[in-house]
């Protein structure tokens, strides 16, 4: 079954190092999605990206986020300059046929 | 806006009892309703799915859902809890007909007793 592959699975940077989290959608699917849940709390939208740019966006998704399709495959998401409260797990997701399937998911812990 | 509402953040059953893991939503618009699944350290993995389709929907693992537009709800069931049943379970809402966001309930950890 075709899925969603986020590298890395775990991450851990000091605070101010910029960090990015690579993603590998599904590859028919067009439609891509950050996600981000910090430990213990609900999971929370940060961006969608069709088509070479950003659709929605959250309030979460300020100047330090941003995402980029650099390839035919690979989604990424950057955090320029990490904060303590950036940590959380983050999960990479693509739409096909209206339902959304998710990566197992990356663990960014700031130090 | 859309939104959803899981009622209990922990519910605890026996094993072999019912499951019932309730969830109302809000959309002005008609909703495509999902419940995921998330075991412990891993990833959000779909159970089930409303796309305006049947009202009744099954999805793995023996779970099913009933979409009430009367009641707003869609609450997920299952007849007998397993012990491998234990995780979190997420309610979630989108617009319908397209690629539009997801957004999730806060969740219910469900535990199974033995």
């Known amino acids: 079954e075709p899925e969603v592959t986020q590298t890395p699975s775990h991450q851990v940077t000091q605070m101010g190092q910029e960090v990015i989290l690579r993603c590998v959608p599904i590859?028919?699917?067009?439609?891509f999605y950050w996600y981000r849940q910090i430990l213990g709390q609900k999971v929370e939208f940060l961006v969608s990206?069709?088509?070479?740019?950003?659709?929605?966006k959250s309030e979460i998704f300020d100047d330090q986020f941003s995402v980029e399709r650099p390839d035919g495959s690979n989604f990424t998401l950057k955090i320029r300059s990490t904060k303590l409260e950036d940590s959380a797990m983050y999960f990479c997701?693509?739409?096909?046929?209206?339902?959304?399937?998710f990566g197992a998911g990356s663990r960014l812990t700031v130090l | 806006a859309q939104s959803v509402t899981q009622l209990g953040s922990h519910v605890s059953v026996s094993e072999g009892a019912l499951v019932l893991l309730r969830c109302n939503y809000s959309?002005?618009?008609?909703?495509?309703l999902f419940w995921y699944v998330q075991y412990p350290n891993q990833g959000l993995q779909l159970l089930l799915k409303?796309?305006?389709?049947?009202?009744l929907v099954k999805g793995i693992n023996g779970f099913e859902a009933e979409f009430k537009k009367s009641e707003t709800s869609f609450h997920l069931t299952k007849p007998s809890a397993h012990m491998s049943d234990a995780a979190e379970y997420f309610c979630?809402?989108?617009?319908?007909?397209?690629?539009?966001?997801?957004?999730f309930g806060i969740g219910t950890k469900l535990q199974v007793i033995p």
């Open positions: 990206f069709y088509n070479n740019e950003i659709s929605e």
């Open positions: 997701a693509s739409n096909g046929a209206n339902v959304l399937t």
């Open positions: 409303y796309t305006s389709a049947a009202t």
């Open positions: 979630a809402v989108s617009f319908s007909g397209g690629y539009q966001k997801v957004t």
């Open positions: 590859s028919n699917h067009l439609y």
């Open positions: 959309s002005s618009v008609p909703p495509y």
